[in-house]
Nanobody
Framework: QVQLVESGGGLVQPGGSLRLSCAAS????????MGWYRQPPGKQRELVAT???????TYADSVKGRFTITRDNTKKMVYLQMNSLKPEDTAVYYC?????????WGQGTQVTVSS
């Protein structure tokens, strides 16, 4: 199992950018499907993006063309580059690691998009 720690959240104006980072510890990192989820205020947690070891990615329709997920297996890191941010992107963002039927979560990092 992996342990995850997110960083990089904060307050940004609409149209701005942020880069979230997720540091993983544990073994077999490259075997995990890594993802970013978010939970807007008063709403359920939702999938933002995923990346598998070989680099194939998936995105929620709401972030396609604006967000980019990447991973570095040697450093055990996952990143979420967020551009053209909108107020509706405001949420707590969580890093997720999934392998088989097991999943691990980070503690979350707050992203607030507001003028």
């Amino acid at each position: 199992q992996v342990q995850l720690v997110e960083s990089g959240g904060g307050l940004v104006q609409p149209g701005g950018s942020l880069r979230l980072s997720c540091a993983a510890s544990g073994t077999l990192f490259s075997f995990y499907v890594m993802g970013w989820y978010r939970q807007p205020p008063g709403k359920q947690r939702e999938l933002v993006a995923t990346v598998v070891s070989g680099g194939t990615t998936t995105y929620a329709d709401s972030v396609k063309g604006r967000f980019t997920i990447t991973r570095d297996n040697t450093k055990k890191m996952v990143y979420l580059q967020m551009n053209s941010l909108k107020p509706e992107d405001t949420a707590v963002y969580y890093c997720n690691a999934r392998r088989g039927g097991a999943a691990s979560w980070g503690q979350g990092t707050q992203v607030t998009v507001s003028s």
